[in-house]
């Protein structure tokens, strides 16, 4: 490793699982001291034992994004255990079952909660210390779905199904809110960019399977062959929390094999 982070401090959201496990390994490797958050505790507490056994350090502080006041303790909680924010990974985030409109009220709140609520919730807590840092950096977590449309011919090869209206509408929010606080935060040079995964293999994506469960939607629209994996977002994850992205800011990278069908 080339310790991109030496000396820095990241929380990363929904850190207990799929891409915020893989980018806290990635950032602890890198040198920085990382704050999990998640709700759910002994996986939390998994991924924190197992960093500190690869020489890396990290504190698993539980948190649910959708609480405000549990998000501003647990910010403070990291400030106290390592002294600052440098970084922040918005990761944490889910999607629903249902198409529009049949869609359930309670379905559509939670993932607007979780994925929108949240990252703002968690970047306005952070927020004073990423100005105290002098050089913050703000990573969002997206989805290709907040910019892609689809056909009936692809609703129907995917089993009648696509990502939940909230999704879309919660993913596209948040691509708004990266590009507003990349204009607040140039002026404390704190850099605010945002990730749009596309088919990417994760816990909460295969639904206990080995696949994607739209990958048949994304084998026909796809450039490059295959899925990809966490460590892939990971990757750009950390180029855009690291100095090497210091010239960067309110700026959305598709980590998606390749999508010709944005909008």
């Known amino acids: 490793?080339?310790?991109?982070?030496?000396?820095?401090?990241?929380?990363?959201?929904?850190g207990n699982s799929g891409i915020g496990e893989a980018t806290a390994h990635l950032f602890a490797r890198e040198g920085a001291k990382v704050a999990l958050m998640a709700?759910?505790?002994?996986?939390?507490?998994?991924?924190?034992?197992?960093?500190?056994?690869?020489?890396?350090?990290?504190?698993?502080?539980?948190?649910?994004?959708?609480?405000?006041?549990?998000?501003?303790?647990?910010?403070?909680?990291?400030v106290q255990t390592y002294g600052g924010v440098d970084v922040l990974f918005n990761n944490a985030g889910h999607g629903a079952s249902g198409n529009f409109p049949d869609e359930e009220d309670d379905a559509w709140d939670s993932v607007i909660e979780v994925n929108l609520n949240g990252t703002f919730y968690m970047s306005r807590a952070a927020w004073p210390h990423l100005i105290k840092s002098g050089t913050g950096a703000v990573v969002n977590m997206s989805s290709i779905a907040a910019v892609i449309g689809f056909s009936k011919n692809m609703y129907d090869l995917s089993g009648r199904g696509v990502?939940?209206?909230?999704?879309?509408?919660?993913?596209?929010?948040?691509?708004?809110?990266?590009?507003?606080?990349?204009?607040?935060?140039?002026?404390?040079?704190?850099?605010?960019?945002?990730?749009?995964?596309?088919?990417?293999?994760?816990?909460?994506?295969?639904?206990?399977?080995?696949?994607?469960?739209?990958?048949?939607?994304?084998?026909?629209?796809?450039?490059?062959?295959?899925?990809?994996?966490?460590?892939?977002?990971?990757?750009?994850?950390?180029?855009?929390?690291?100095?090497?992205?210091?010239?960067?800011?309110?700026?959305?990278?598709?980590?998606?094999?390749?999508?010709?069908?944005?909008?």
């Open 1 to 14: 490793m080339t310790g991109k982070l030496d000396g820095k401090v990241a929380i990363v959201t929904g």
């Open 163 to 263: 990502p939940s209206s909230s999704y879309y509408v919660a993913k596209a929010g948040v691509d708004a809110f990266t590009r507003y606080c990349a204009g607040r935060g140039g002026e404390h040079n704190i850099r605010v960019n945002c990730v749009r995964p596309g088919q990417i293999i994760t816990p909460g994506a295969t639904g206990g399977t080995d696949t994607h469960v739209f990958k048949a939607v994304f084998d026909a629209t796809q450039i490059l062959d295959g899925p990809g994996y966490p460590e892939d977002v990971a990757n750009v994850v950390l180029f855009l929390a690291s100095s090497d992205a210091r010239f960067l800011t309110g700026e959305i990278i598709n980590v998606d094999g390749g999508s010709p069908r944005k909008l």
């Open 39 to 78: 709700r759910r505790e002994e996986e939390g507490v998994r991924v924190q034992d197992a960093i500190r056994s690869e020489g890396g350090d990290a504190t698993y502080i539980q948190c649910d994004v959708t609480d405000r006041t549990a998000v501003d303790s647990a910010v403070e909680k990291a």
